[in-house]
């Protein structure tokens, strides 16, 4: 391992990471239809010719083909090479970030699923079962791993005293996001009469739980921080136009994303700022 050079180990992962884009692609499509990841093969939305391997290169063949389908020159929509491009991006974040490191395998895993959530939310306002549950298997999967051969995987952080091996600090974690998201649901449920967070929204929150440890209270302050900004911006635009609703996956990915790549820096930073350090 010593003697892969980093460049060509980053490099390699960012490519695998725009190969895995158009799997991303088809599953963010197919999922929420309950359709079938693996057939038929990729074809064409408008006139349903089979894609030919040529032209299904991520990102090059939008661009070689000019956003049209090369039968029937429909166009095709510039968010499936953006799809691929962000998951190249995601992947390469992950190697920079642990290196060559069991950590990278599982925050790719993270990113990867986080990324396709984000988008299904987007679409359907709907946070699938399949895929949450797929990122918990993950998760699990890693914890498990971290904890019977030592080797850092989940959670993507640890602490001291009770909280230094990975299964009580993953535990803590799920304990936290699920239950402080349950009960902010349950509290703006009494106030509002209408719920904040959906319960696609708490099963995330308990399954990134597993990934951040205690962390998670930070990826929900991140979300809610850009929620609300992103939120106003969104309400003025649709200014009259009923009630503009707003998923809070995406936040939650985002949060997950930033936490995960600057979490414990910015938190010293701010124990720093505030004394306590
Ligand atoms: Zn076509």
Same mark, same amino acid.
């Given at each position: ?175 936290? *996001?699920? *239950? ?98």
């Amino acid at each position: 391992m010593e003697s892969i050079p980093i460049w060509f180990f980053l490099m390699s992962t960012g490519l695998f990471g725009l190969l895995f884009g158009s799997l991303a692609n088809v599953i963010i499509w197919r999922v929420p239809r309950g359709e079938s990841i693996v057939s038929p093969g990729s074809h064409c939305p408008g006139c349903g010719t089979p894609i030919r391997w040529y032209d299904n290169i991520p990102v090059a063949s939008w661009v070689i083909l000019g956003a049209r389908c090369r039968e029937c020159g429909g166009r095709i929509s510039a968010r499936y090479p953006i799809v691929e491009a962000t998951s190249g991006l995601l992947w390469l974040a992950a190697a920079a970030r642990w290196g060559m490191s069991a950590r990278t395998l599982f925050g790719i895993g993270l990113f990867y699923l986080l990324l396709i959530l984000t988008l299904i939310d987007l679409d359907h306002m709907r946070l699938p079962n399949a895929i949450v549950a797929a990122l918990g298997v993950v998760g699990v999967v890693g914890v498990l791993f971290a904890q019977l051969t030592g080797v850092p995987a989940v959670p993507l952080f640890i602490g001291r005293g009770l909280l230094s091996a990975p299964m009580p600090y993953a535990a803590s974690g799920i304990v936290i *996001g699920g *239950g402080i998201s349950a009960a902010i649901a349950g509290a703006y449920a009494l106030i509002r009469k209408s719920a904040g967070l959906g319960m696609g929204d708490i099963k995330l929150l308990a399954v990134l739980g597993l990934f951040f440890g205690p962390y998670v209270l930070m990826v929900l302050m991140v979300a809610s921080i850009l929620g609300a900004v992103v939120g106003v911006a969104v309400l003025r635009r649709h200014k009259g136009a009923g009630q503009a609703r707003v998923p809070f996956g995406p936040f939650l990915a985002s949060g997950a994303l930033l936490v995960a790549l600057w979490g414990p820096v910015v938190l010293d930073w701010y124990l720093r700022l505030a004394g306590v350090r």
